[in-house]
Each structure stands twice: as structure tokens, then as C-alpha cells.
């Protein structure tokens, strides 16, 4: 009678299997986590490059239909909602994804050199860095009774919008609204700081 004799080969395999210890598990884990927070900051990056994608093409639609009611009206018009009434040059004013209260985007007709109106994005940071004295320049937001809403109420520290854009703006105004052309505008190279803005001349 022939009895079966296990291959040393397989022995010695057997005697080497072993459980995998703490330390290894603890070293899949961290490549786990490594691998996860690579891919979410990666996600957040292209969702934010889709953002301001989106700004930038809604930025050149509503500058298109500002120029068309220029050209029937002869003038910009005071506020963004002018574009939907009492012609329509958009059927609706699209929102701001990067405004926290979801609201348009900023609009401020400001007759200065050769600039003659600016539509703003907060960029990615959600924090206008419009300077305080350029406020009272924001058009849009009015209600009929002539009042911003609270959103811009309390940024601009006033209840009234005082120019309208009626008025050529004042000299210091237009070298402050120069330096901010100039390094207020976003760049993904800057990090998330800095407005999307789109000038009209």
C-alpha cells in the first residue's frame, strides 16, 4: 500500500504562509486615504474649472445682449433686468455659481475712459473684491422702489444706489477702478482669489 508524500516544495510554502501583520494593513490603508483625498481635491478642481468656464460664457452672453439693447436704445442699460423686459433680450438673468445667495451677477454701469460697464463674478472665493468706493456704481439688485436688496445693501454700507450709472464717473473713482481691472481679476495661477470680470467698452 502506497501512501501520498507532500512535495517538500509545498511544505516549505506552508511553513512561510503567514498572517499580514498590523503594520501592513496600517501601510494599504494610508495608500487608501492618499489615493481617496487625491481624487476629491481632483474633482474640486475640475468642478471649479467648470465653474468658471460657465461664468465666462454666461460673462459673453449678457455682454451680447447688453450690446443689442445699446444698439436699439442708444444707451447701456441701467440694471440687467432691462434685458428682460419690456423687450427680451434674455428670456431670464442667469445666477451667479459662485455667489453664496445664488443671486445675477453684479453689473455696474459706470461711464470711465473707455470703460463703459462691467459685469463681476465673486470667482471662486465667493467674496466680492469690488473696492467699497465702487459700489455705489452697481446698478443691478434694485427693487421698484429704488433700494438694493440686503445682499448688496450691506456690502455697499448704503440702502440707496446714488449715481445709477447717470453720471460719468468721478476721476479717483476711475484710477481705483483701473488698479482694480488690473489686479482684481481671477487667475487659477493666483489660487481662488480675485473676481471674474468681463469689461464692456
Not at 161 to 175: I, L, Q, W, Y
Request: with cysteine; aromatic share 8%.
Amino acid at each position: 500500500m502506497s501512501t501520498y508524500k507532500r512535495p517538500k516544495a509545498l511544505s516549505a510554502l506552508t511553513r512561510q504562509s503567514r498572517a499580514v501583520t498590523l503594520f501592513e494593513l496600517l501601510v494599504v490603508l494610508a495608500i487608501a486615504f492618499i489615493l481617496v483625498g487625491m481624487l476629491f481635491f481632483s474633482s474640486r478642481s475640475v468642478m471649479t474649472r467648470t465653474k468658471v468656464s460657465r461664468v465666462k460664457e454666461e460673462h459673453r452672453i449678457l455682454a451680447r445682449a447688453i450690446q443689442n439693447y445699446t444698439l436699439d436704445y442708444s444707451q447701456l442699460p441701467p440694471r440687467l433686468e432691462s434685458l428682460t423686459h419690456p423687450t427680451v433680450y434674455m428670456a431670464q438673468l442667469p445666477n451667479d455659481p459662485f455667489n453664496a445667495q445664488r443671486d445675477g451677477y453684479l453689473y455696474l454701469n459706470c461711464p470711465a475712459i473707455d470703460v463703459t460697464g462691467i459685469i463681476i463674478s465673486p470667482g471662486p472665493d465667493g467674496d466680492f473684491d469690488l473696492p467699497p468706493a465702487l459700489w455705489r456704481y452697481v446698478t443691478n439688485k434694485n427693487t421698484t422702489s429704488g433700494t438694493v436688496i440686503p445682499t448688496v445693501r450691506a456690502l455697499a454700507g448704503t440702502d440707496e444706489v446714488t449715481n445709477r450709472g447717470r453720471e460719468p464717473m468721478a476721476e479717483a473713482d476711475s484710477a481705483t477702478l483701473a488698479t482694480y481691472l488690473l489686479l482684481g481679476q481671477y487667475s487659477a495661477e493666483k489660487g481662488n482669489d480675485g473676481d471674474i470680470i468681463t469689461v464692456l467698452r
